[in-house]
Nanobody
């Protein structure tokens, strides 16, 4: 069974930095893309960033452009999110996302991690 496991959340002051990591594991599979969503208290889950694991192309939500950077390690099925110049409004649970194909020619499914809390104090 494929699992996504995040790490790296925590408490930081405004202007500080955090680095999140996410590992996909569990059998043989190929990953189309990986990324991060977040959910702030009282709000719905929102898109943050996505990276194509084949060509490395990325897509960021406007509010994090220039502050967050996603990178990947395909050999380890890992993605990283470097978050700089953090703001209180970045406070949320951050969920790792991956679109994965379990076998060649088979369907692709979305997988989610359990979430990691990021809290930015003012």
């Amino acid at each position: 069974q494929v699992q996504l496991v995040e790490s790296g959340g925590g408490l930081v002051q405004a202007g500080g930095s955090l680095r999140l990591s996410c590992t996909a594991s569990g059998g043989t599979f190929s990953v189309d893309n990986m990324g991060w969503y977040r959910q702030a208290p009282g709000k719905g889950r929102e898109f943050v960033v996505l990276i194509n694991c084949s060509d490395g192309s990325t897509s960021y939500t406007d509010s994090v452009k220039g502050r967050f950077t996603i990178s990947r390690d395909n050999a380890k099925n890992m993605v990283y999110l470097q978050m700089n110049s953090l703001k209180p409004e970045d406070t949320a649970i951050y969920y790792c996302y991956a679109r994965i194909q379990r076998r060649t020619g088979g369907p692709r499914y979305a997988y989610w991690g359990q979430g990691t809390q990021v809290t930015v104090s003012s």
